[in-house]
């Protein structure tokens, strides 16, 4: 009989959702059904719309109160009890039960951590009978994270297990299998064709900016120093869903020197067309850079798990670090004039990080 999977993901940025698409696209290949939801929406839809709207602002207009929270949230970890989110997340968990039940699946996956939480709650209850997974996508133990108890985890990299299980995680559950990233990251695209697909020229040095799939940052600022420090070089943003943004990047720069790509599912091609990136270190965004193998800068706009993820990453060589728009433009310029510490950086992400985690994963899942 077909095997049906639930996957379950939440609209805070476009990392989890990510994660989870990498993982249905295996699990499909395999031959198994999956269904994607959100564990939000068994609160009601205005609960789904409400966490996703305030994450979605805090980290575009205040990332230093997310940065706030989120050192809050590892103070709280330090007290051995269950986290406010571990309660918030029981208020939905009976229905989201009931549909496990109702829907008869053989196994739930999650990207992110309320789902997670949800799912304890419910074997605490007696009320979960098949197979529950977790899978991290950030290269760190984050907050409340070690409060969940789910069959397996699916953590980044072996590095990560001595930490996991500091904070109480069982070490037999920890598999190291690599963040979960879409096919596409992985195709060998040259340059030249991926700059044909997309319009940009072939005769300069172009460095793409990311912001996120909400679109953080300050990349403005980031262009004019860029342009300041080599008025050659052409620039490609992608500002994911701030339209204000993408209207200022238009507004401000020549089109010759400058262009604006609003939300896109492109950013493999965009990726291979370029000679250098510039991204927040989200801990899929790093996993895409590095499997891509483009030199990047990791620019840490939003304090708390995405300066871990840069840690990781630059002290193992797969990037370098920046903490202002200044500081990676600068980054980014002195890349994109020395090849050999590009091949040096390529060649660290080719042996460091795990290949082909999402179909390693789904093998696991199905063999279970």
């Known amino acids: 009989m077909k095997q049906k999977i639930l996957l379950l993901t939440c609209g805070t940025g476009e990392g989890h959702n990510s994660?989870?698409?990498?993982?249905?696209?295996?699990?499909?290949?395999?031959?198994?059904?999956?269904?994607?939801?959100d564990p939000i929406s068994f609160a009601g839809e205005?609960?789904?719309?409400?966490?996703?709207?305030?994450?979605?602002?805090?980290?575009?207009?205040?990332?230093k109160m997310f940065g706030a929270i989120y050192k809050a949230g590892e103070a709280v970890d330090r007290v051995r009890f269950q986290s406010p989110v571990y309660y918030a997340n029981t208020v939905y968990a009976k229905k989201l039960a009931a549909y496990i039940l109702d829907e008869k699946f053989d196994a739930v996956v999650c990207t992110h951590l309320f789902a997670m939480e949800a799912l304890t709650y419910i074997k605490k209850c007696g009320l979960l009978t098949v197979p529950s997974y977790g899978v991290l996508t950030d290269y760190t133990c984050i907050p409340f994270f070690e409060e969940t108890r789910l069959d397996e985890y699916f953590i980044p990299h072996a590095d990560l297990t001595a930490e996991l299980c500091a904070k109480g995680m069982e070490k037999e559950r920890l598999i190291p299998t690599?963040?979960?990233?879409?096919?596409?990251?992985?195709?060998?695209?040259?340059?030249?064709a991926a700059r044909e697909m997309l319009g940009l020229p072939q005769d300069k040095k172009i460095v793409l900016v990311m912001t996120g799939g909400v679109g953080c940052g300050n990349s403005g600022?980031?262009?004019?120093?860029?342009?300041?420090?080599?008025k050659d070089l052409f620039i490609c943003v992608l500002t994911g869903k701030n339209t204000e943004m993408y209207d200022d990047i238009r507004s401000s720069f020549e089109k010759s020197h400058v262009c604006a790509i609003s939300f896109t599912g492109k950013v493999n091609v965009y990726m291979k067309a370029c000679d250098v990136l510039i991204t927040k270190p989200g801990g899929l965004s790093s996993t895409e850079a590095a499997t891509a193998n483009i030199p990047f800068v990791a620019l840490i706009t939003i304090p708390g798990c995405e300066e871990k993820n840069a840690a990781f990453f630059s002290s193992r060589?797969?990037?370098?670090?920046?903490?202002?728009?200044?500081?990676?433009a600068k980054e980014a310029a002195s890349l994109v004039a020395d090849e050999e510490?590009?091949?040096?950086?390529?060649?660290?992400?080719?042996?460091?990080?795990?290949q082909n985690a999402a179909q390693t994963i789904a093998?696991?899942?199905v063999n279970a």
């Open 19 to 37: 994660a989870a698409s990498a993982v249905a696209e295996a699990l499909g290949a395999q031959g198994v059904e999956t269904v994607r939801r």
């Open 46 to 63: 205005k609960a789904k719309k409400a966490v996703s709207g305030v994450y979605n602002q805090i980290i575009k207009k205040t990332p």
């Open 178 to 192: 690599g963040i979960p990233v879409l096919p596409r990251f992985t195709l060998h695209t040259e340059k030249r």
């Open 221 to 230: 600022e980031i262009c004019r120093a860029l342009l300041a420090a080599d």
């Open 317 to 328: 060589g797969l990037c370098v670090t920046a903490r202002s728009p200044l500081q990676a």
């Open 341 to 354: 510490k590009c091949e040096a950086m390529k060649k660290c992400q080719r042996s460091v990080l795990p």
């Open 363 to 365: 093998q696991r899942i």
